[in-house]
Nanobody
Framework: QVQLVESGGGLVQAGGSLRLSCVASGRSISIYAMGWFRQAPGKEREFVAAISWSGGRTYYPDSVKGRFTISRDNAKNTVYLQMNSLKPEDTAVYYC??????????????WGQGTRVTVSS
């Protein structure tokens, strides 16, 4: 079993930055890929970023590419999402998840409860 807890969300002005953290407990995440997703009110869940178990591969959709960076610290059992140049459309609840399977085509089996990010103009 693994539990994922996100933190770091909050209020930020457009153009600002936030770093989200996701701490895993119960089992080490060192051999698992990890991902970030977000969901805004009235919208479907959206993929944001993923990172391989080694940290050697990362994946981003065009909507965040160049602005967001996913990273991990396996010694701390933690994955991060650095968000720069934030836009109001980035406002959402952000979730982390544990990934399995083929790089770039992960399936996710454990999810956190989410942390809310609000970007004001």
């Amino acid at each position: 079993q693994v539990q994922l807890v996100e933190s770091g969300g909050g209020l930020v002005q457009a153009g600002g930055s936030l770093r989200l953290s996701c701490v895993a407990s119960g089992r080490s995440i060192s051999i698992y890929a990890m991902g970030w997703f977000r969901q805004a009110p009235g919208k479907e869940r959206e993929f944001v970023a993923a990172i391989s178990w080694s940290g050697g591969r990362t994946y981003y959709p065009d909507s965040v590419k160049g602005r967001f960076t996913i990273s991990r610290d396996n010694a701390k059992n933690t994955v991060y999402l650095q968000m720069n140049s934030l836009k109001p459309e980035d406002t959402a609840v952000y979730y982390c998840a544990r990934g399995t399977g083929i790089a770039g085509n992960y399936e996710y089996d454990y999810w956190g409860q989410g942390t809310r990010v609000t970007v004001s103009s």
